[in-house]
């Protein structure tokens, strides 16, 4: 099945830009820069920043919801309902405590981890059977910062930390047309070996 919307988190406006929490907007910012004809403008009906496009042949939507974080299910619902994407079809970029700066892993289903986007993207889908590409930002205790971990979600990372996030992010975009084609054994098999 291949992938017609693709979905990166992040919080709207100037103040979070740069924080950990909008890894998801980064990887679609630069997957939409590097397309031909891949503008994000807003559309006010999806109270998000969206782009048509197409790669390897096969048309998708890229978005990121301009709610906040824990509202993104907002967006997400809206544009697959208007245009009947499937669940299976979506895929969602976000942030992961879990990982370490560096990784990025692609999986199908399973919790949300905590993650207040992803949680909202499953009430309102109604199913936790979507897509997810999870970019590594690591956790407080794991990087031995003694930081909440809402406040260092809403923080930049270190510059070491933003290089391999970078990395990641350039890995991931590799791997994006052969998950948009359908093929996730052989995008999970790249993503999670190179």
């Known amino acids: 099945m291949p992938i017609r919307l693709i979905v990166g988190l992040g919080n709207p406006g100037a ?45 998708l939507w890229l978005l990121e919801p301009q709610t906040y974080m824990n509202r993104s299910g907002q967006s997400v619902g809206a544009i697959a309902r208007f245009y009947k994407i499937q669940p299976d079809e979506v895929l969602v970029v976000h942030d992961e405590l879990d990982l370490p700066p560096g990784a990025a892993k692609l999986k199908k289903g399973g919790s949300s981890g905590g993650h207040n986007g992803l949680k909202d993207i499953t009430s309102t889908l109604g199913t936790q059977d979507y897509w997810r590409l999870r970019i590594g930002i690591g956790h ?38 052969i998950a948009v084609a359908g093929d996730f054994t052989k995008a999970t098999m790249e993503l999670h070996t190179n």
């Not at 930390?161 to 890995?171: N, R, T, Y």
Request: proline share 6%; aromatic share 6%; charged share 25%.
């Open 15 to 59: 103040e979070y830009e740069q924080t950990r929490h909008n890894a998801g907007f980064w990887l679609v910012d630069n997957l939409a820069n590097s397309l031909p004809n891949a503008r994000l403008q807003r559309e006010t009906g999806f109270n998000a920043m969206v782009a048509k496009t197409s790669i390897g042949g096969h048309q």
């Open 140 to 177: 407080p205790r794991t990087l031995n910062l003694n930081q909440p971990v809402a406040d260092f979600v809403l923080h930049r990372p270190r510059r070491e930390e933003q290089l391999l996030i970078d990395e990641a992010i350039e890995k991931a975009l590799r791997i994006i047309p």
